[in-house]
Every structure is written in structure tokens, then in C-alpha cells.
């Protein structure tokens, strides 16, 4: 009798053990749960795909692509093109300037340079613009450096070329 008895104490001790393992494990996963819950902030939503002042490049052979989602971006980058044309090709070139917010003095600057390091564009962004032009490779040359001069730039600016 003595052992029956020492044992259902065992195990009544062991339930109770059990039990409130259970209720402090519980207790800790649902405290947990709620803090990540109430502790996640999601991401802004962009339309784009473009994270502010921070560039999206494409450099290939045959095209590059500069995108900027800027807020007051100043700054100088300059990107070695990819490219590789002969003088029977033609390049066509795009730009599109949306949401532009400065003001006309500003001095915000693309410019593309040749293998020759001789200026084929300069250009200066201080309004929304939509521009395309198709020149041949045999009178600008073969496309080589492509260079973003931003002075407080706020706005959206997309600069592609295209080798045809």
C-alpha cells in the first residue's frame, strides 16, 4: 500500500509538473505571438519599384537602364557601359522625368560619353520631360560612360539606351 501510495504521488507531482510546463510554455508562445504581431511595421508601397535615392541599374551589351526615385539627391555616380556596337548600329535613347519638384535654376545633369571619353549627351533635368531620340553609332560612337550629376534632385528620372 505504502508503494501504491508513493507512487500516485510521483505522478500526481508529475501532472502537476506537466501541467504547468504546459501553461508557462503557452503563456510564452502567446506572449511571443502578440509581440511579433504588434511589432511588424510593412514596408512603404511603391509603384515603381524604385526605393528612394538608391538607383536601379541595367548594364548590358545591348541596353542600360538608369532609374531614380529621388528626395533631395545630391550626388555624382558615373556607371561603365557594357556596351558593344558597331558603326551599322543605331542607338535609341529615352528619357522620362516625372514628378520633378525643384526649382528651374537647379543644375541636375546626365551625360553619356563615348569610347573616345567625347561628350554624346549632356543633359540638363530641371522639368518633367519626355524625350527619344535614335542616332547612329557611326557619327555619336560607341557609348561608354554614363554619369548622374544630382544637386538636389527630387523626382522620378528613367534613362535607357537601346542598341538596335
Known amino acids: 500500500m505504502l508503494v501504491i501510495f508513493h507512487?500516485?504521488?510521483?505522478?500526481?507531482?508529475?501532472?502537476?509538473?506537466?501541467?504547468?510546463?504546459?501553461?508557462?510554455?503557452?503563456?510564452?508562445?502567446?506572449?511571443?505571438?502578440?509581440?511579433?504581431?504588434s511589432g511588424c511595421v510593412e514596408p512603404p508601397e511603391y509603384n515603381d519599384g524604385l526605393l528612394e535615392n538608391l538607383p536601379a541599374i541595367i548594364?548590358?551589351?545591348?541596353?542600360?537602364?538608369?532609374?531614380?526615385?529621388?528626395?533631395?539627391?545630391?550626388?555624382?555616380?558615373?556607371?561603365?557601359?557594357?556596351?558593344?556596337?558597331?558603326n551599322t548600329n543605331l542607338l535609341n535613347t529615352s528619357l522620362v522625368v516625372k514628378d520633378y519638384s525643384g526649382q528651374a535654376s537647379d543644375s541636375t545633369f546626365i551625360r553619356l560619353y563615348n569610347d573616345n571619353i567625347a561628350t554624346m549627351l549632356d543633359i540638363l533635368v530641371n522639368t518633367n520631360i519626355t524625350a527619344f531620340s535614335e542616332d547612329s553609332v557611326l557619327f555619336t560612337g560607341n557609348p561608354h560612360r554614363m554619369e548622374f550629376v544630382g544637386s538636389e534632385f527630387s523626382g522620378l528620372v528613367d534613362?535607357?539606351?537601346?542598341?538596335?
Not at 510546463?21 to 503563456?27: C, D, M, N, R
Not at 548590358?60 to 531614380?68: A, G, K, Q, R
Open 59 to 86: 548594364n548590358e551589351p545591348d541596353f542600360f537602364s538608369f532609374s531614380l526615385r529621388a528626395e533631395d539627391y545630391t550626388d555624382s555616380i558615373s556607371y561603365d557601359l557594357e556596351f558593344s556596337s558597331t
Open 159 to 164: 534613362f535607357q539606351i537601346l542598341r538596335q
Open 7 to 37: 507512487i500516485g504521488r510521483i505522478l500526481s507531482k508529475g501532472e502537476k509538473f506537466l501541467d504547468e510546463l504546459f501553461y508557462h510554455i503557452s503563456l510564452f508562445v502567446l506572449t511571443s505571438f502578440l509581440f511579433f504581431i
